[in-house]
């Protein structure tokens, strides 16, 4: 149908979330018909993203600055910690405005099924920022399935010796729900009714 | 939230069709974790795209080659032209691989509601293929819907004095339809049963 570079084109599009071969068709159409005003403004935009892509040192976010944009704000409370299971659950906390402390990312959950271990988690660093002093709370904002929860009690029984407050997310999080498809509403709702980890 | 290269992309990607700003966020995420396997052949699709891009000076097909891989197609037959409004269209028939001919590409429909006149398509090109010779048929393949059909009436006014065959996709094309949204089948009856313009 069309050149190798604008098949290729597609095919990179169709692998992103959200996007099929038929919606990748019509980007592609609309990034060539409008050259100047989609196509360049994304291309350099990639190209800004990827030559500046880190992740934070500190707190395991996907940013251009490291220590990235979160870690880097003065405005924030250090004194309180929020633990999430992936980057896009940052994003969602952050973008929500509700909670001013700092974030760490997990990058996923423990699972058996996925053979995902302790190890394989960012535990360790949390542990050190904890160990290092300064922080009072803890927010454990893990999704409410059964791995996030399992993640939760597992780290709470792991901070038990620290002298900081373990809270989690109010439970009223629909069952099975993924903190990133939230509304905003339900967001700010279990946020304010965390409680203390059991 | 994020940095304002991470934003910039965030916001080029949503401006694309069928991406609001929750899929680009999502698609933004997934690439910057992806960094190797998904950002780095996107950005390279679309550097290639953006140095080749041009539109065919034939048929007004948008290719990174000039003339387009169909125009350069020596497989194809010159004696049948199958005129369409838009590129997103020329490719909707391409990929069905019903139709072995050429193709030319209006750039619109005739208007009177968005004011699009003859001059602003391109009708003179298209007569100047035709009075060139070498075309026995031209298959108006417009959109099934009343700007369509006006401007596939003009044309075949315009077309007249030349020996050549007019024809227009049988009707059955669902009304309202647009061709880049039928399915293939669709597409194929409405090719096979291709009528004279009366
Ligand atoms: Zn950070
Ligand atoms: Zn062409």
Redesign the pocket.
Same mark, same amino acid.
């Given at each position: 149908m069309a050149s190798s570079e604008i098949d290729a084109l597609t095919q990179a599009l169709a692998r992103l979330p959200g996007l099929g071969p038929r919606s990748a068709r019509r980007a592609v159409l609309h990034l060539l018909k409008r050259r100047e005003t989609s196509l360049a403004p994304l291309l350099r935009a990639l190209e800004r993203v990827n030559e500046a892509l880190s992740i %934070?040192s500190? %707190?395991g976010?996907v940013d251009t600055i490291d220590? @990235?944009t979160? @870690?880097a704000d003065p405005r924030r409370d250090d004194r309180l910690l929020c633990v999430v299971e992936e980057v896009s659950d940052l994003w969602a906390l952050d973008r929500s405005r509700l909670f001013p402390g700092r974030f760490h990312v997990l990058g996923g959950r423990l699972s058996a099924l996925e053979g995902v271990r302790p190890e394989d988690l960012s535990i360790d660093m949390l542990i050190g920022r904890i160990a290092r002093g300064g922080v009072d709370e803890v927010v454990l904002a893990m999704n409410a399935t059964l791995e996030g929860q399992t993640t939760a009690h597992y780290l709470a029984e792991r901070l038990e010796t620290f002298p900081v407050r373990i809270t989690q997310l109010a439970h009223g999080l629909p069952v099975g729900g993924e903190l990133d498809y939230l509304d905003e509403g339900t967001l700010a709702q279990a946020l304010r009714a965390r409680r203390p980890v059991s």
């Open positions: %934070c500190t %707190c976010n220590p @990235c979160v @870690c």
